[in-house]
T-cell receptor
Framework: DAEITQSPRHKITETGRQVTLACHQT?????MFWYRQDLGHGLRLIHY???????NKGEVSDGYSVSRSNTEDLPLTLESAASSQTSVYFC????????????FGQGTRLTVV | AQSVTQLGSHVSVSEGALVLLRCNYS??????LFWYVQYPNQGLQLLLK??????LVKGINGFEAEFKKSETSFHLTKPSAHMSDAAEYFC??????????????FGRGTSLIVHP
């Protein structure tokens, strides 16, 4: 079965370190997204991609970057981790048409100390 | 731009009671609306979706939602709550961005608490 997987599931890092969260999907979807989930804010879009070599900023992109070198992967990098980036991160993918839903990974819980 | 507002961050019901989770949307074009459920320590999964056609949409686990254009609403209901329904529920709208692709925008979520 097709799936979308995130790794690691849990990560503790120190302020100022660079951190990369992995996301891999086998749906062959063109669209991929990164969201962060925080109490009281729901899911907020960090970055999204329509396809290989395409990336776009979402509403909370400061301090994050992504790259898309193939269809399957969209790694999320925190350039210099800050305590405000402690959150649960979700990767998702979709076909990108109007009537198709997004498929989500299990999430990565990141703690910045 | 599209957006959704979920009324009530927490809803508490007794087992067997009606579940009603509210969602209102804002969209400048015909909306595509979704409800997702998130169980503890898991990702989101689709409950149901409205695209076009019938305004009453049936989903998994006995949930359904009705699209009401006049009220810009897409409320989620279930006639009889079960303990296993306790979870976080998200309403989402999918809107076109540049390039013609669609991206979901989520509400803040409603936590459903079910009491025995």
């Amino acid at each position: 079965d097709a799936e979308i997987t995130q790794s690691p599931r849990h990560k503790i890092t120190e302020t100022g370190r660079q951190v990369t969260l992995a996301c891999h999907q086998t749906w062959n979807h063109n669209n991929m997204f990164w969201y962060r989930q925080d109490l009281g804010h729901g899911l907020r879009l960090i970055h999204y991609s329509y396809g290989v070599q395409d990336t776009n900023k979402g509403e909370v992109s400061d301090g994050y970057s992504v790259s898309r070198s193939n269809t399957e992967d969209l790694p999320l990098t925190l350039e210099s981790a800050a305590s405000s980036q402690t959150s649960v991160y979700f990767c998702a993918s979709s076909e990108g048409t109007e009537n198709t839903e997004a498929f989500f990974g299990q999430g990565t819980r990141l703690t910045v100390v | 731009a599209q957006s959704v507002t979920q009324l009530g961050s927490h809803v508490s019901v007794s087992e067997g009671a009606l579940v009603l989770l509210r969602c209102n949307y804002s969209s400048s074009v015909p909306p595509y609306l979704f409800w997702y459920v998130q169980y503890p320590n898991q990702g989101l999964q689709l409950l149901l979706k409205y695209t076009t056609g019938a305004t009453l949409v049936k989903g998994i686990n006995g949930f359904e939602a009705e699209f009401k254009k006049s009220e810009t609403s897409f409320h989620l209901t279930k006639p009889s709550a079960h303990m296993s329904d306790a979870a976080e529920y998200f309403c989402a709208v999918s809107g076109p961005l540049s390039g013609g692709s669609y991206i979901p925008t989520f509400g803040r979520g409603t936590s459903l608490i079910v009491h025995p």
